[in-house]
């Protein structure tokens, strides 16, 4: 891209004899770079609505703390950080503010609700039942009721596309449990100061201890759909922005908000829990 806006493809002359060698020329620049490049980028939307993934919690908001980042606050609320940004007109690289309040919903989540039917009182026919007569009784409408149960949760693919690894050494203390606030992952067993590492490429996202529960914690993002989460950590040795290999030590093991040493891992899908075991090797 030249400083004027144009291509490097828009500054060829047309009608010049090397037009098509300089195109072929340009085209496999282009290619190169794009093959030898490791920055993680969020994808150009084009304009367009994103697709929502996230189940939004209507009328609920959450006010920026120091040390908050919108993959921290998305990731405490099950939601996917791009439905985060796009529902309070953030756009990438995403920066919030301490004392910023985000909505935890669209910004027409009112009008989106689905309207409860309230019965009509039947009018009057204007006849006067005879003396001793009884009256027929007035049918009343059906009420409509709005549906209680929220909308379902997006179902993890068969295959995530990313090539994981265990990202810790030990015995399986506990497993995912679905609709279990307490087991959106698994914890594994282990020492104080034994190696964590990265169960993919990918880019770090948050690198803190602002997530109740977590204690020290470290969250990559692999891709625009695929999140990892590592808890518990004694030491957290990378930090946001970083770009880690699969394999790579990112922490090390340890307590913080936890009984005993051991790592807590996740993996979500467009911010929700999914089950670790469905993606991890077999062991």
Known sequence: MTNNGLSLIDTIPVGSAKTGRALVVVAAALVLAACSSTVIREPSRGGRTPVRVSTPKYGASAVVQRGDTMYGIAFR??????????????????????????????????????????????????????????????????????????????????????????????????????????????????????????????????????LVGYGELIIIKHNDAWLSAYGHNRNRMVNEGQLVKSGQQIAEMGRSGAARDMLHFEVRYNGKPVDPLLYLPKK
């Open 77 to 210: 609320n099950g939601i996917d950080a791009r439905d985060l940004a796009a529902w309070n007109g953030i756009s990438a690289p995403y920066t919030i503010y301490p004392g910023q309040r985000l909505k935890l919903y669209p910004g027409n989540a009112t009008a989106s609700r689905p309207p409860v039917s309230r019965p009509v009182p039947a009018r009057p026919t204007g006849t006067t039942p005879v003396a001793g007569t009884p009256s027929a009784p007035t049918a009343r409408p059906p009420v409509a009721t709005a549906p209680s149960r929220p909308p379902p949760a997006p179902t993890a693919p068969v295959s995530s596309g990313i090539d994981w690894r265990w990202p810790a050494d030990g015995q399986l203390l506990s497993r995912y449990v679905a609709g279990e606030p307490t087991k959106q992952g698994i914890d594994i067993a282990g020492s104080s100061g034994a190696p964590v590492r990265a169960a993919s490429d990918g880019v770090v996202v948050y690198s803190g201890s602002g």
